[in-house]
């Protein structure tokens, strides 16, 4: 994988030493990748020290796209790229929408038209008009190491069935996070 300065680092680099949910993103301009990392975005760096977790997100587009991408969603914790999508292709991550009728992420609070028309928007005005990646991939998410042991694993069947973030946190022992915007209850 690149960093967002192009250095090369071995994926095995990513989980080998610490337990790490790794994040694999459809491409950089898909509106329902940029409103789940929006959301992973909101994890504590506090709650993941206290686990000793790492999360990390991974695209398929150029590095010359993690700082934007980053600045855009608020996502302050570690983005690498896999531009040849070898790591998407050695894991079987699938290509094209599949099942459609999928339980729709919670994360994700856009509909699908102004969804679409706001990824192209940011297509059409980035300063190298691409889609930041293969538009047909499909992402997933991980929960591997320390060392070889993958813990969880779930492939998206299409660009609305990504895993509740809340769901991975707890599997990887990390305190879970309020992601609405509404005052919690507590009942005494």
Same mark, same amino acid.
């Given at each position: 994988?690149?960093?967002? &300065?192009? @250095?090369?680092?071995?994926?095995?680099?990513?989980?080998?030493?610490?337990?790490?949910?790794?994040?694999?993103?459809? *491409?950089?301009?898909?509106?329902?990748?940029?409103?789940?990392?929006? &959301?992973?975005?909101?994890?504590?760096?506090?709650?993941? /020290? %206290? +686990?000793?977790? /790492?999360? !990390?997100? !991974?695209?398929?587009?150029?590095?010359?796209?993690?700082?934007? #991408?980053?600045?855009?969603?608020?996502? =302050?914790?570690?983005?690498?790229?896999?531009?040849? $999508? %070898?790591?998407?292709?050695?894991?079987?991550? $699938? $290509?094209?929408?599949? *099942? =459609?009728?999928?339980? /729709?992420?919670?994360?994700?609070?856009?509909?699908?038209?102004?969804?679409?028309? /706001?990824? !192209?928007? $940011? +297509?059409?005005?980035?300063? +190298?008009? &691409?889609?930041?990646?293969?538009?047909?991939?499909?992402?997933?998410?991980?929960?591997?190491?320390?060392? *070889?042991?993958?813990?969880?694993?779930? #492939? &998206?069947?299409? @660009?609305?069935?990504?895993?509740?973030?809340? =769901?991975?946190?707890?599997?990887?022992?990390?305190?879970?996070?309020?992601?609405?915007?509404?005052?919690?209850?507590?009942? !005494?």
């Amino acid at each position: 994988v690149l960093d967002a &300065d192009g @250095r090369s680092i071995p994926f095995k680099a990513l989980y080998g030493e610490h337990k790490a949910i790794v994040v694999f993103v459809r *491409n950089f301009l898909c509106y329902t990748c940029k409103e789940y990392v929006e &959301d992973l975005a909101k994890v504590p760096k506090a709650f993941l /020290r %206290e +686990a000793n977790v /790492r999360l !990390i997100v !991974i695209g398929q587009s150029s590095y010359h796209h993690i700082k934007p #991408f980053c600045s855009l969603t608020g996502y =302050t914790h570690e983005m690498y790229v896999d531009p040849q $999508r %070898e790591i998407y292709k050695t894991l079987g991550m $699938r $290509r094209g929408e599949g *099942n =459609t009728v999928s339980v /729709r992420s919670p994360h994700v609070k856009s509909n699908m038209l102004l969804g679409s028309i /706001r990824s !192209i928007w $940011r +297509a059409m005005t980035s300063p +190298a008009f &691409d889609f930041q990646g293969d538009p047909s991939q499909q992402g997933g998410a991980l929960i591997l190491g320390p060392g *070889n042991e993958v813990l969880f694993s779930h #492939f &998206d069947k299409n @660009r609305l069935d990504h895993v509740p973030i809340n =769901t991975v946190l707890q599997l990887a022992g990390v305190k879970t996070v309020n992601f609405t915007n509404k005052a919690q209850i507590i009942d !005494i």
